[in-house]
């Protein structure tokens, strides 16, 4: 699946990850501004929390990763499409030029990917990104600096191109797993302004 999340080959640190059957908080803090019913992309899946528990609360889920065992059980499953492929290998997108609601991706890092990460969002869909950043070297896996995030990466990642609605880059000790981590959600909505000055709509941010 990843360089960081939970199913590459069989590891202590693929195991520490598949353990993991929670969604993340940050997750589910923004999942409210997914479409009602709208498809989700939830990439570099691994056991698939995230998407298991938006398939719960009635998304059709596309579960994408280059080992597919921890997802078997979902085949069957209505509203579960799972797909095997190599993410960082493959010279081709898996998924054609197919948008969806929104796009998941947790403790998983590859830059090429960024580009056709947004370009998978339908207007008004929704990108929530978490995963390691520099400094958690001093914590744990990963150390190896091509997969953690520089401080504001994600932000320069979606500038211009996303309207950015949360944003959070630190030290986190009560996660699934505590290190450096960098959070974003934005939304693919630049250019659906029903305003004279052109801002994008405005989100409803959770209670604290």
Known sequence: MSNTDAVSPPDDKASRHLRITQPSPWVLRWAHLIEPGGAV?????GGGRHGRWLL???HPITFVDRTTEP???LTEQDGAEVIKADLENSPTWPLGDRRFAAVIVVNYLHRDLFPQLMASLQPGGVLIYETFARGN????????????????ELLDAVHDKLQVVAFEHGQVTNADIPGIKQRLCAVNDLSLSEREDGDPPTHALPQI
Do not use: F, M, Q, V
Request: charged content about 35%; proline content about 7%.
């Open 137 to 152: 070297e001093g914590y744990s896996r990963p150390r190896n600096p091509d997969h953690l995030l520089k401080s504001g």
């Open 71 to 73: 997802l078997e059980d």
């Open 56 to 58: 719960d609360h009635g």
């Open 41 to 45: 992309l939830d990439l570099a899946a």
